[in-house]
Structures are given as structure tokens and as C-alpha cells.
């Protein structure tokens, strides 16, 4: 059974870029009929679809952080990544990644890792 | 950009009781993409509902979703104890992936 598992650094300074992976284990990353993606969630708040990635792809972000995203796969670690650049208090969240199948126009998110908090603060 | 508002924000309600929670959109989506997730407190969401109806891999059948357009429900039949958390719809139809803000079901 696939799993995914986020990591990185849990505080990040203002100005500066947010950087984190997610390991899928359990399964291949390279198959084809999966989208790999990352969400936030603010502490209380709601969910944001930040991006996605296929290994046979490019990438699709949200376009409300277009201009500081980019999301990176690789296939020889089975491993997905995360950028964002420029990060202010206002990116203070719950990083969460997910596995999408995709199957006749269907993008939901049938696997999430169990996110982890990244703090943007001098 | 769809916008998927969800109401109630807070539905009281008792064990037993059956639960109605509506996500609206701001424009139609399309075929039906949209899914349902149930998030408990300090874990990752889970799927509940794809593509408006379909229930997810090992779903109880007290879940069940309905709708089309700009209109979609999520019910839960009989509340159990472990169903009073926080629901989300999510639309993926079109791009950006968008949620609503959710809908929290607590014990009356």
C-alpha cells in the first residue's frame, strides 16, 4: 500500500525558499496513471491546491503562486519536491502532499501524507 | 477560478441523526468532479466521494453523495461518533483545483 511522507525544515526566514519532499514508498512514483501534488492548510483554516506533477510531464500550478512555485520530481529516489520562493508569515501552514490518479477526466487525491508544519519567522 | 462554498459552516446534530452538508459552486463542474473529504483533527484529509457519487475505497455506505452543476451534497445516513469532524468538497474540473471552506459537524 503506497504511502507518502513529507520532510524538510519545520522554520523557514522570511525572503527566503521553502523547501520540501515527499517520499512515496510502497509503490512507484513513475507509473503512469498518477499525478503527484502538494496542498497547504493554514493552522484553522482551509485546504490550497498549490501544484502538481507528472513524471512524464510538466508541472500545473495554482495560479496564485505561480511566480514563486516550482515542483520537481525524482524518479531515481521516488521523490517529489517543493519550492517556494519569497515566503512571508502568510505561508505558515501545513504542507501536505498526495497521490492523484487520474482516469477519465477524474483528478481526486486518493493518498495524503500526514502533512508537516513549516513556520516562515525570523 | 470556481469557488466552492460550503454550508452550513457548523451543523449540530445528534448520534443517530442524518446529515445533509451542501457544497455550491460558482459555476458549473464539469462532469461531476467533485470529490468529498473528511479531515479529523492533526490528520491529513481522506477521500470520502469522487466524481459527485462515488464512494472511495473502503467508504462506509453511510456515506453518499449527490448532485450536479453547481449543486452538490454530501450525507452521512446515521451519525456515528467518529463522523463529528470536518468535511470538505473539492472541485477538478477545472484548473486551479479548488475547495470549499468547509463544513464542521459537531454533537448537539
Known amino acids: 500500500q503506497v504511502q507518502l511522507q513529507e520532510s524538510g525544515p519545520g522554520l523557514v526566514k522570511p525572503s527566503q525558499t521553502l523547501s520540501l519532499t515527499c517520499t512515496v514508498s510502497?509503490?512507484?512514483?513513475?507509473?503512469?496513471?498518477?499525478?503527484w501534488s502538494w496542498i497547504r492548510q493554514p493552522a484553522g483554516k482551509g485546504l490550497e491546491w498549490i501544484g502538481r506533477?507528472?513524471?512524464?510531464?510538466?508541472?500545473k500550478y495554482n495560479p496564485s503562486l505561480k511566480s514563486r512555485v516550482t515542483i520537481s520530481v525524482d524518479t531515481s529516489k521516488n521523490q517529489f519536491s517543493l519550492e517556494l520562493s519569497s515566503v512571508t508569515a502568510a505561508d505558515t501552514a501545513v504542507y501536505y502532499c498526495?497521490?492523484?490518479?487520474?482516469?477519465?477526466?477524474?483528478?481526486?487525491?486518493?493518498?495524503w501524507g500526514k502533512g508537516t508544519t513549516v513556520t516562515v519567522s525570523s | 477560478e470556481i469557488v466552492l462554498t460550503q454550508s452550513p459552516g457548523t451543523l449540530s446534530l445528534s448520534p443517530g441523526e442524518r446529515a445533509t452538508l451542501s457544497c455550491r459552486a460558482s459555476q458549473s463542474v464539469s462532469s461531476s468532479y467533485l470529490a468529498w473529504y473528511q479531515q479529523k483533527p492533526g490528520q491529513a484529509p481522506r477521500l470520502l466521494i469522487y466524481g459527485a457519487s462515488s464512494r472511495a475505497t473502503g467508504i462506509s455506505d453511510r456515506f453518499s453523495g449527490s448532485g450536479s452543476g453547481t449543486d452538490f451534497t454530501l450525507t452521512i445516513s446515521r451519525l456515528e461518533p467518529e463522523d463529528f469532524t470536518v468535511y470538505y468538497c473539492q472541485q477538478y474540473g477545472n484548473s486551479p483545483w479548488t475547495f470549499g471552506q468547509g463544513t464542521k459537524v459537531v454533537i448537539k
Open positions: 510502497g509503490g512507484s512514483i513513475n507509473s503512469s496513471n498518477y499525478y
Open positions: 498526495s497521490r492523484v490518479p487520474f482516469w477519465s477526466g477524474h483528478y481526486y487525491m486518493d493518498v
Open positions: 506533477i507528472h513524471t512524464r510531464g510538466g508541472a
